[in-house]
């Protein structure tokens, strides 16, 4: 009886706390950046070493919209030096997921593949994607090719180990069932596995979305002369670590961006999940 | 000819971990007909389940012949509907496409599949919810998709494991009565298995009782009373009591056998 009577009074103030809970979210990050400006502003250290909230936000704002050139020869290009790096992410992460999750299913379905394929990815796993440096400029140069290959060793790992878990961890009553409403073996695939691993192969992409990204700015760094990580190492050189900053910044949104827009495709696609998970209620 | 004949079915599970094989059920024969509601009645891990899965298609027997329809079983069919313990329905699918997948399965045209399913859905009383995904149901409402599920199939035996067990009480009491009916509209053969003597004697009209384990077939009861099933009446008592003996003769055997 109590439970139920709690609930009705409580409605009004729910609302209300919704209400916050935008601004709930902007407290610390406020904080965070007020306490910087202070700190820049105090002059503890040399303005160059550390540019205040508002210097970085500056030169984003003329790397973006190129108004004063105060981040002189990137000043406007910003969009361009974005759009570079997205393609890499996105062409790297685009192969990684469709090989990623071929060979996951595959190993995860049949014994054949497991015992083929499944070692010798293993033993590539560990290596770092970094390490693959000098082999990829030497194999590809140096252009979009080498950072599309790092982006591409990132992503597939992680697509590849999520899909497998995600079909072997298939709940085997569902193929029983499949199996008694007469599913043949392709079937059995993608009418059942497939659907049934989707949860854990969409958990396997949203990481990888996140070292896509990762390995885009790494490779840029020192193999590409395009894109924010190009932008971010070159200002480095330059000791403009306002641009630095902005870079980092515009590296962040961006990456996070990708990660809200596939978290939407998962929520459309994984419609049948949400009552049943806590985050689609949480939000 | 029986609907399934069961003959000298004999399964070993071998327990690698311990290097030691595990008898689970010792020569089972049993025959039943056509439109019989046949309960099998035992204690947990007596091996009920075991043979239902045989029969299904799901395990192989040590050694025996299964038939279903003068058939060999050798793999799940659809001749054989199975309704789970849980409804292990696919969770991606509404009520009316899980109905429907056999059809689907089948490259059943989607118009055919919904208006076919629909006459299962309100078989089970599901109209409204076809609509709805097994994670918006309750375990009840679930669990009927499941039996519209196998029905859909028009099997020629249905398979039923324990399948209001994880129920509560009252709608485990409706979902009997559903049952019933069901059975009695569609006259179809069902195999139940439970391990509530309350169950199997207000569904079936023939009681498998099981010994516990090795599973062996105590007695086959037959159980004609009228329905519905009166259970407070002296007749149902009496068919109660009988079969109560006939576990407890087998719970004193084993008290006296360790």
Known sequence: MTSVTDVSPARPAFRLTRAFHGLERLVVPALLIVGWEAFARSGMLPPALLPAPSAVLHALGDWVFGFD???????????????????????????????????????GWSRLFEKTLEPTLQMLRPIPPVSWIPLAIIWF???????????????????????????????????RAGAMMGANGRQMLTDIVLPAALPSIFAGLRIAVGSAWMLTVTAEMVAVKSGLGYVLWDSYYFLRYDIVLAAMISIGLLGYLSDLGLKAIM????????????????? | ???????????????????????????????????????????????????????????QATSGRTLVDGKQVERPGSDRGVVFQQPTLMPWLTAIDNIAFHLKLKGVARAERYDRAMEFIDLVGLRGFEHHHPSEMSGGMNQRVGIARALLMNPS????????????????????????????????????????????????????????????????????????RDITSPEFNDAKRHILALIREESTRLAQAS
């Open chain 1, 141 to 175: 140069g140096i252009a979009d090719k080498p950072a599309i290959f790092l982006v591409f060793l990132g992503a597939f790992f992680p697509v590849l180990m999520n899909s497998i878990h995600g079909v072997k961890t298939v709940d085997h009553n569902l193929v």
């Open chain 2, 157 to 228: 035996v249905i398979l039923m494991d324990e399948p209001f067990a994880a129920l509560d009480a009252q709608t485990k009491l409706e979902m009997q009565e559903e049952l019933v009916a069901i059975w009695q509209k569609r006259r179809c053969t069902i195999v139940f298995v439970t391990h509530s003597v309350d169950e199997a004697l207000v569904l079936g009209n023939k009681i498998v009782v099981m010994t516990r384990r090795p599973g062996r077939i105590r007695e086959a009861v037959n159980f004609d009373l009228p329905r519905p």
């Open chain 1, 69 to 107: 050139e105060t981040t002189q020869t990137y000043s406007g290009h910003w969009l361009r030096d974005a759009l570079a790096s997205a393609l890499r992410v996105f062409g790297g992460f685009a192969l990684a997921s469709l090989l990623g999750i071929l060979a996951g299913v595959a190993i």
């Open chain 2, 1 to 59: 000819m029986a609907a399934i004949e069961l003959r000298n079915i004999v399964k070993v599970f071998s327990d690698k971990r311990r290097s030691r094989d595990l008898l689970t059920l010792d020569n089972i024969n049993l025959d039943i007909e056509a439109n019989d509601f046949v309960c099998l009645l035992g204690p947990s891990g007596c091996g009920k389940s075991t043979l239902l899965n045989i029969i299904a298609g799901f395990e």
């Open chain 1, 267 to 283: 929520a459309r696609t994984l419609r049948w999940q949400q009552t049943t998970t806590v985050q689609g209620r949480a939000g």
